[in-house]
């Protein structure tokens, strides 16, 4: 045991460190140069050439959504809000891989062979339409990337006599060891055997921390270390501050990160309903388990290290844990954080590949394969750089994913939208989008005043915009018509105790504002318009770019 910033914990040896990390990424990557190919197709790097089964395709879905930040965010969730905070975390998380399948469905079946989602929008509508979705993509990975890193980084500091600095380095440098090579191939090849890993650790962590620290006794000796919001299962302050932020980043997230839709593209057609059902069980059962961590925290009155809540999950396994169960959890949490580290560098190079190279610079008929790789490697590259230097900030995690998920809230309605309704044009997407930017930021950040008329202003769009989120998740199951019911008794019911009170939450507010002004902004547009868009042509405009792959034998090898 080590005393570290005031508090007595486990640490591992840099010996052992040194072994389970040489161990760990050395293994993935011999993994990744058994499939790699002398010759790689730029096609396979990207989506892994569309055919890829259940279970591999279930496993990394799941692997890419358990990612360490999850884990995190989730106890810091429990450790803030209490009991109902992992819930809260865990459960709209899940629902947002379930809310997608039916959407999944539609995209796949008008693009058939494409590789992004801004790919698909370039063939739908048009330039601006592209790049605003593909930079939205781009942030977003990359501030997930850093996430990750933040995560490895915090994790090998309070294990190991190793700096945060140094175990940001050492995970960037392992995960792009192996990813680099294969690309989309690579991360989803090595999610299965990673999510295994995990799903196994974590069904004997945290009933070992559990019985380790006290409990269940402990629910008792330390109930009054909660607040009566943290010890309910209702807790309004979980509900507006947590549950209800996640809720309007559900079918954000799923929209606009393109790792769901790398996915999404690359699962066999038949089999996209298993895979999305598989990963919302699997992913909603890890996550509210690991953040039930920040509850027994809580219950213990356990302070995070120096104030940090990212430190809560290391280290309550290095107060509870024995040495052997400690390395595992080193192991299952290296895991989660690279499983969605290279799920995001294998979304980012498609982006820079198909989107910026294979449209805009060299044109679809025009790009040449091996120039793709090297785009994509590159990108890789220089997203890990970007990233190390941005984990340096150190900055809270939850915060980071709740911004994201509320920022992709402007791109949802025009998005699906524009896989449905013929009437909407480019323009009306990229007006709306930069519409509800405009307004999503500076509610975001408190840079106007909420008080009086402008308060009430952001309430009764707020209100709209709660209309909108339950109609759109019930559009993709049931249809237009129970849509419209839905979102109109949302709103309705919502309005009595949202006006007057809505403002006072920034968070929700501002999410649920950038959906509303979307929504009229994009329908408003789109409604007079006389055109009338062919959705045939998206799957002529969209496909492989690499035909001499595609035209090789059949024998030839791939991922499955």
């Not at 309070?158 to 090579?181: E, M």
């Not at 006290?214 to 270390?225: C, I, K």
């Not at 940090?308 to 299952?332: I, S």
Request: net charge positive.
């Amino acid at each position: 045991m080590v005393r570290v910033q005031g508090a007595e914990l486990a640490q591992l040896g840099i010996g052992a460190v040194v072994v389970l990390l040489v161990v760990f990424y050395g293994g993935t990557f011999m993994m990744s140069m058994r499939i790699g190919k002398k010759e790689e197709d730029a096609d396979a790097y990207m989506t892994a050439g569309n055919k890829v089964g259940f279970g591999v395709s279930a496993a990394s879905m799941t692997a890419t959504w358990i990612w360490a930040s999850s884990m995190y965010a989730s106890a810091t969730s429990g450790y803030t809000y209490g009991v109902s905070g992992p819930i809260h975390y865990g459960l709209w998380g899940a629902l947002m891989i379930l809310f997608i399948y039916p959407f999944g469905r539609r995209i796949r079946a008008v693009a058939p062979k494409a590789h992004t989602l801004a790919e698909v929008m370039y063939a739908r509508h048009g330039r601006s339409s592209q790049l605003m979705l593909a930079g939205s993509n781009v942030v977003g990975s990359i501030i997930s990337l850093m996430s990750n890193f933040i995560a490895g980084g915090a994790l090998i500091s309070l294990l190991s006599p190793l700096t945060f600095i140094q175990g940001v380095i050492i995970v960037a440098g392992g995960v792009l060891l192996y990813t680099l090579w294969s690309g989309f191939r690579a991360s989803v090849l090595t999610d299965f055997r990673q999510v295994m890993a995990m799903l196994g650790a974590v069904a004997v962590i945290v009933p070992a921390i559990f019985f380790a620290a006290g409990f269940p006794t402990a629910f008792t000796t330390g109930a009054d270390n909660l607040t009566a919001q943290q010890g309910s299962f209702f807790s309004s302050d979980a509900f507006m501050n947590q549950g209800a932020p996640y809720i309007a980043a559900v079918l954000a997230y799923a929209i606009g990160n393109q790792t769901i839709a790398q996915r999404l593209f690359a699962v066999r057609e038949d089999l996209i309903r298993p895979t999305f059902v598989t990963a919302t069980i699997g992913y909603g059962a890890m996550v509210i388990g690991v953040g039930m961590l920040g509850v027994l925290a809580l219950y213990l009155g356990i302070e995070p290290m120096g104030g940090d809540p990212n430190n809560l999950v290391p280290q309550m396994a290095a107060t509870f844990l024995p040495p052997v169960l400690l390395a595992v959890f080193f192991v299952m949490v290296v895991g989660a954080l690279s499983s969605t580290a290279d799920s995001d560098l294998a979304a980012l190079s498609p982006i820079m590949m198909a989107d910026v190279y294979g449209q805009n610079v060299a044109g679809k008929n025009r790009a040449n394969p091996r120039t793709m790789l090297l785009v994509g490697r590159v990108t890789m590259i220089v997203a890990t750089a970007l990233a190390v230097a941005f984990a340096s900030l150190q900055l809270n995690i939850l915060d980071l994913l709740v911004f994201v998920g509320a920022l992709w809230g402007a791109l949802v309605f025009p998005v699906i939208a524009s896989f449905y309704w013929d009437k909407v044009t480019n323009k009306a997407f990229t007006v709306s989008v930069i519409a509800a930017l405009a307004a999503f930021l500076p509610v975001r950040f408190g840079l106007v005043p909420t008080r009086g008329a402008v308060g009430l202003v952001i309430d009764v769009l707020a209100t709209v915009g709660v209309g909108v989120v339950l109609g759109l998740m019930v559009f993709g199951f049931f249809g237009l018509r129970v849509a419209k019911i839905v979102g109109t008794v949302a709103a309705v019911v919502t309005a009595p105790f949202a006006l007057g009170v809505l403002h006072g939450y920034t968070t929700v507010s501002a999410s649920l504002l950038a959906y509303a002004v979307s929504t009229i902004v994009c329908y408003l547009m789109s409604r007079g318009s006389s055109t009338r868009f062919d959705f045939s042509l998206i799957a002529r405009r969209t496909g492989d770019f690499d035909q001499e792959h595609v035209a090789a034998p059949a024998g030839a090898p791939a991922a499955r």
